[in-house]
């Protein structure tokens, strides 16, 4: 199984747990399925890792200035996952 590093917290982990984050010519994508093709960048499924990430990490990985828009799509998106630490 492909190992990963998480940008958030920098845990190596198989690919399937985590999240990944495409960078694409329309913006930053979530990809579940880990499917789209493009550089990519992974994150834990927990909020402390996607604050983190956020602050810097992701657009690193992705190389990429996160615009607005798309850092109020990933925001959305955090919302949504689990708080704190495993």
Known sequence: MPQRT???CREVLP???LIR???SPDGV???PK???SGRGAYLHDRRSCWER???GALANALKIEVTGEDREKL???MASLR???P
């Open 15 to 17: 690919k399937r747990e």
């Open 6 to 8: 998480c940008v958030g």
């Open 29 to 31: 994508v979530i990809d």
């Open 83 to 85: 708080e704190g630490e």
């Open 34 to 36: 880990g499917k789209i």
């Open 75 to 77: 925001l959305v998106f």
């Open 21 to 23: 984050i495409v960078r």
């Open 53 to 55: 990430g956020l602050k």
